[in-house]
């Protein structure tokens, strides 16, 4: 959606009150930076100021010109300490004053053609250097391209894409982990063999006892034992965070953001399902939402890695035919994901949710996910 200066302000004015006020910024974020759109007016008005520089990049609009006012109003952000980013960047002469004191440049990849991309980082990377972001990569092709031109940084939907290869399938699997899965599927497990299975795995037992000893859980007392965050959480509390580590463990050189995105979705979907009174199903949902992302995190496909965990027919069908309750659900956040909001609401309406609740619970979820992460 395009702002015109008016309304860019507002919006941004909105952003920063729920995010900064009523939510808190570092919680969504998980104690990393964010960038901020910040309109002209904004910047003259100072409003950057009003936030901390640990947790803010400026991130300038397109249309912010290079006016004696905003290089003075930029120059006492970045003696502040502030990182200063331009959106949306196409080079022309007139911005040279800005592309000085930027340290981020953001080029979307599907606004420019490849000698607009080259043009502009010649341009930019001339007698000086910058950080270059890649934005709405989509392709492998693309991933490269930006390599090749020296980006640092990628934003894109691409990387929730999995490059399938079936000849190394069972290596990429790494059968043994994901047979964990398989084990604790099972109805008739006990807690003390699951506990002696779990405590042969040094890496697996270390995530496991942080993560129930975590924010998350509030718990008054510290867990102290495999066995005896079975008997606390219980067989299916412990089955989701096992089945989220060792994805975690298998992703190899994906990115982390993966991780923390198929935790978010998990975690979604078992709002979506307590607030339809399902919550004896809540694991369910947890696990289509966490293995919805499970192709990108293993390069592997859907089907094969179902195989090997032994998932009950509820979680499968879902992921593998993308039919059903479960996987309509699953649409509402794939389209809040890419800020889709119309589309997010009609579904999310059809299922019966109003779109306010489902970005409440959009909210929480990635709370909760950077609770449990950090």
Same mark, same amino acid.
């Given at each position: @959606? ?14 920063? %009150? ?6 808190? &910024? ?9 960038? %901020? ?9 100072? %409003?950057?100021? @009003? ?47 800005? &592309? ?9 990849? @599907?606004?420019? $053609? ?22 709405? !990569?989509?392709?492998?092709? $693309? ?20 490059? &399938? ?57 510290? %867990? ?13 509390? !412990? ?76 979680? &499968? ?36 949710? $109003? ?10 979820? @990635? ?8």
């Amino acid at each position: @959606m395009a702002y015109d200066g008016l309304d860019g302000s507002i919006a941004t004015k909105d952003v920063l %009150v729920t995010a900064f006020s009523d939510i808190g &910024i570092e919680e969504i974020t998980g104690g990393k930076k964010a960038f %901020v759109n910040f309109t002209t007016e904004l910047v003259l008005d100072e %409003v950057p100021h @009003m936030l901390s520089n640990d947790i803010l990049i400026v991130e300038l609009l397109e249309d912010v010109r290079a006016t004696e006012p905003v290089l003075a109003a930029c120059r006492k952000l970045k003696r502040r300490g502030y990182l200063i980013a331009l959106d949306d960047f196409t080079y022309s002469e007139d911005l040279e004053p800005l &592309i000085g004191l930027a340290d981020i440049i953001k080029i979307d990849f @599907m606004k420019c $053609d490849v000698e607009e991309i080259k043009k502009s980082v010649y341009k930019i990377n001339s007698n000086r250097r910058k950080i270059l972001l890649a934005e709405k !990569i989509e392709t492998y092709e $693309d991933l490269d391209f930006a390599r090749s031109l020296g980006f640092n940084l990628f934003q894109g939907f691409f990387f929730c894409k999995p490059t &399938i290869a079936n000849a190394k399938c069972t290596e990429t699997l790494q059968v043994s982990k994901l047979q964990l899965i398989k084990y604790i599927a099972d109805p008739e497990v006990s807690f003390f063999d699951l506990a002696n299975v779990i405590k042969r795995d040094l890496v697996l037992s270390y995530r496991l006892l942080k993560i129930v000893n975590s924010a998350y859980y509030g718990l008054k007392y510290t %867990v102290t034992g495999i066995l005896h965050a079975l008997l606390i959480l219980g067989l299916n509390e !412990i089955k989701k965070w096992i089945s989220l580590i060792v994805l975690n463990q298998i992703k190899t050189t994906k990115p982390s953001e993966l991780i923390r995105a198929a935790l978010v979705r998990g975690i979604f979907m078992e709002k979506l399902a307590i607030s339809q009174k399902k919550r004896k199903n809540r694991d369910e949902y947890f696990l289509v939402g966490l293995f919805s992302l499970a192709e990108a995190i293993m390069d592997t496909p859907i089907d094969a890695i179902l195989k090997e965990t032994h998932l009950s027919e509820e979680i &499968i069908k879902p992921l593998v035919t993308g039919e059903g309750e479960k996987a309509e659900l699953l649409k509402i956040i794939y389209h809040i994901e890419r800020a889709e909001w119309d589309e997010a609401d009609e579904i999310a309406v059809a299922c019966g949710f $109003d779109q306010a609740k489902t970005n409440q619970f959009y909210i929480e979820a @990635m709370i909760d996910a950077n609770k449990l992460l950090t």
